[in-house]
């Protein structure tokens, strides 16, 4: 069964930096794309950013050029590097894949950016 596990988040400063973490584990990591997503509190989910197994990210317009997602086939990883933090980058941040025709999520990691 596909489990993912995300980690890193923590309460930081505006203009300050994390990087989150989702281990994978269930599936043949190398074959798959993996993104992220983020949840504020009493919004909506929403996209962050997306790694297809080549290696090609993709970003949402309000992260490019702070955000970097990477991954790691060895360690069945990926990351989410983030910079440049800012209140409204505050959520809840989970990795998820599409296998199998099913969508897997993390229990997700809580992002805090104080002003």
């Known amino acids: 069964q596909v489990h993912l596990v995300e980690s890193g988040g923590d309460r930081v400063q505006f203009g300050g930096s994390l990087r989150l973490a989702c281990v994978a584990s269930g599936l043949n990591f190398r074959l798959f794309a993996m993104s992220w997503y983020r949840q504020a509190p009493e919004k909506e989910r929403e996209y962050v950013a997306s790694?297809?197994?080549?290696?090609?990210?993709n970003y949402t317009d309000s992260v490019k050029g702070r955000f970097t997602i990477s991954r790691d086939n060895i360690r069945n990883r990926v990351y989410l590097q983030m910079n440049n933090l800012k209140p409204e980058d505050t959520a809840r941040y989970y990795c998820t894949v599409t296998y199998a025709t099913r969508n897997y999520w993390g229990k997700g990691t809580q992002v805090i950016v104080s002003s």
């Open positions: 790694i297809t197994a080549s290696g090609t990210t």
